[in-house]
């Protein structure tokens, strides 16, 4: 009940804190730590740089349009030697790409159908969606193709993927059209985490870099499930490691975003449906013994006693997310030491730790690591 409480506390705080983000970014998606700040060129240039940026600062274009927030956001692109990359923060409705100036409002039905297909990747084809990589005004962008053709499955599949736009922990939605069952998204050059190795393999970061933005990416993901438990929603068909992999991507400056938002459902009220559980890997106890309930709106204790499982599904998951992000190098080991105990909270049959819980034990994971980091530069200088 504890854990009950808090969350619906956590949710009315979060609807006033929602308002005012529109406005602004998380600097790198995240609490940052006050050490980095003062960290030394070594580790410093280990975080990933994700700022926000007025757009009346000088080396920006003033942007006039009401569909903007006012500020860009700019980082450091892994794909492109770590060059810097900017674009307007946009509103609801709209969305920018690396290098444009202003808000582009979501493309239409006639404006994705002029899209050039004949010269498209085939990347995916899921059970619920085809995936296409094309270009729209010279900008790579992902296509898919809602497969079922039953309205009110594509209806929720589009409400999913609109509802919480803009954030940076989401896919940035590019444009829809509903009654061709189509969804256009951001493409994002490294694809989705469970190739992580492979990508830090071709990228051949500093030690010290490469275990901090490791880290970084365990920040992100809890950062992302308690976004999603804010807004009162979980995932329900993240049920093996690999296919929860799948659903996250890399950004360009290695960060994380959800970018399969299929199977949505509101915590304490949707179940998921029944093939995913016969299926799940790393479902925890709770899970497995109420993984047949469903609860009507209307039954509140019902409701209470499945937001619970819910919850607790998720704080399950997170020790074996950033166990795979750690990855075993001996690089990493003093933070999966300082990790060793939260994690083992998140195992618990019950009381287990909430979402901001965890996200705090990460970030200051990340703050002691900056710590040795320096004092190690220093002591060999």
């Known amino acids: 009940m504890r854990k009950l409480k808090m969350y619906i506390l956590f949710t009315l705080i979060w609807s006033l ?13 995240i609490l940052a730590s006050s050490n980095e700040s003062t960290s030394i060129s070594i580790v410093s240039t280990a975080t990933p740089t994700s700022q926000t940026v007025p757009i009346s ?19 450091a692109d892994y794909g492109d030697a770590k060059r810097t990359k900017c674009r307007p923060l946009c509103s609801y409705g709209y969305f920018s790409l690396p290098g444009m100036h202003e808000c582009h409002q979501w493309l239409s039905c006639k404006e994705i159908g002029k899209i050039d297909r004949k010269n498209y990747t085939r990347l995916e084809k899921k059970s ?57 998204t951001e493409y994002h050059q490294f694809l989705d985490t469970h190739k992580a190795s492979r990508v830090f393999k071709q990228l051949k970061l500093p030690e010290n870099e490469e275990s901090l933005i490791r ?22 068909d993240a049920n093996i490691l690999h296919k929860l992999l799948t659903q996250l991507f890399f950004t360009d ?46 039954n509140k204790q019902c409701v209470d006693k ?26 990493t080991s003093s933070i999966r030491y300082d990790l060793e105990s939260i994690h083992k909270q998140c195992k618990n049959d019950t009381n287990l730790p ?28």
């Open 215 to 236: 880290l970084q990416l365990c920040i992100d993901y809890a950062g992302i499930i308690e976004f999603l438990q804010m807004n009162g929603l979980y995932q329900c």
């Open 128 to 184: 619920i969606k085809r995936l296409s990589l094309l270009s729209w005004n010279n900008y790579p962008v992902v296509l898919s193709k809602v497969l079922n053709k039953d309205k009110g499955w594509n209806d929720r599949i589009t409400s999913n993927y609109r509802r919480l736009q803009p954030h940076p922990f989401l896919l940035q939605v590019i444009g829809m059209c509903r009654k061709k069952r189509l969804i256009v």
């Open 57 to 75: 600062s000088p080396d920006m274009q003033k942007t006039t349009e009401n569909n903007t927030s006012g500020f860009t956001s700019c980082w």
């Open 253 to 298: 400056d290695l960060h994380l975003v959800v970018g399969d938002l299929d199977y949505l459902r509101r915590i304490g009220i949707d179940n998921c449906p029944t093939w995913f559980k016969k299926h799940s890997t790393f479902g925890s106890p709770g899970f497995i013994k109420n993984e047949n309930v469903s609860c009507s709106s209307s």
């Open 306 to 331: 499945l937001a619970e499982v819910h919850i607790n599904e998720d704080i399950w998951k997170l020790p074996d997310v950033c166990s795979f992000f750690l990855g075993k190098s001996s690089s």
């Open 354 to 381: 909430l979402a901001s819980e965890v996200l705090q034990s990460y970030v200051m994971a990340k703050s002691a690591f900056l710590k040795r980091a320096n004092k190690n530069a220093i002591k060999y200088k």
């Open 17 to 29: 804190y929602i308002s005012i983000f529109s406005a602004i970014v998380y600097n790198s998606k």
